[in-house]
């Protein structure tokens, strides 16, 4: 089967459309709250009342398309990062954005800040790390995706560190809402527009820049000898992949292992050319995450489960079958 779809990308991402289309008309359709899913669009189409059309409109349409533009917005930039540092374990997370947006936030909210201050403060975070990596990793002879990856580990391993203490130090009555965000939370979700306009014009961008990037991904003196500007490629990719992360961590928190897994299971089925890949990964990761963020709703509905919990529950298998294809035992 994924044979047979491999020979044909096209099909791939059709089929990925539709159950793209299908997964936000589920995440209208399904809530903790509101009419029956029976009920739902007869009354839609008939002219709902204000309740209903509040619940539809003003709740669960900007919550799912948030959740798709985060999924796509996270996947890119896990294929960004891939690319980057040539390594496939790579993801949006690895060079300490989400840890410079958490510590910031956590400090907005121990301040007791309002909701915007407190993103603005995790997107300042997010941004900050993100030049205190760049700044770090430069040495002597540049940088390399080597030195990139360990400053960003190193740089991830204190924030966490900071997040920890700024857990311990906080309101025990605020401690709920500091984990719920770390761990993912779309309920701080406003309007989608902002994130939808990124994902639309990153996919394209993503598209038109797919011939260096599979040039990229095979080596820099490949790259180099077929006239590929590396050092400002890599410049490009490092900035957008981090600015992505920060306006998705920004919004709605981490959300993990989507930029992990996704590129993967993209790239075993339509192949490494990323004139497809980018494209359906911005299908699947926004297709996996507003599932996600569906079943947060609904399983223990009226609460609410951290969406990132439920994408590492999906991840991390979908991950580690990844691996036992990729090194089959002997």
Known sequence: MLVYLARRPSLVILLLTIAALLALVAAITFGSAGPSASALWPQLFRGADPITHSIVFDLRLPRALTAFAVGGLLALAGVAMQVLLRNPLADPYVLGVSGGASVAALAAMIAGLSVLAIQGAAFAGALGATCLVFGLSHGAGGWTPTRLLLTGVVVAAGAGALVSLL???GDPAMLRGMVYWLMGDLSWASSPIGLLALLL??????????????????????????????????????????????????????????????????????????????????????????????????????????????????????????????????
């Not at 996919?203 to 820049?209: D, Q, R, S």
């Not at 080596?219 to 050092?231: H, I």
């Not at 992949?241 to 996704?262: D, E, K, P, R």
Request: proline fraction near 7%; charged fraction near 10%; aromatic fraction near 2%.
């Open 167 to 169: 857990l311990a130090a």
């Open 201 to 330: 014009v990153a996919v394209p961008v993503g598209m038109l820049a797919a011939r260096p990037l599979n040039v990229l991904a095979r080596g820099d003196v490949q790259a180099q000898l077929l006239g590929v500007a590396v050092g400002p490629l890599r410049v490009a990719l490092f900035v957008s992949s981090s600015l992505i992360t920060a306006a998705t961590v920004t919004t709605v928190g981490s959300i993990g292992f989507v930029g992990l897994v996704v590129p993967h299971l993209v790239r075993l089925v339509v192949g490494s050319d990323h004139r497809r890949v980018v494209p359906a990964a911005a299908l699947a990761g926004g297709i996996l995450v507003t599932t996600a963020d569906l079943l947060a709703r609904t399983l223990l509905a009226p609460r609410q489960l951290p969406v990132g919990a439920l994408t590492a529950l999906v991840g991390v298998p979908l991950f580690l079958m990844l691996l036992r294809r990729a090194h089959p035992a002997t």
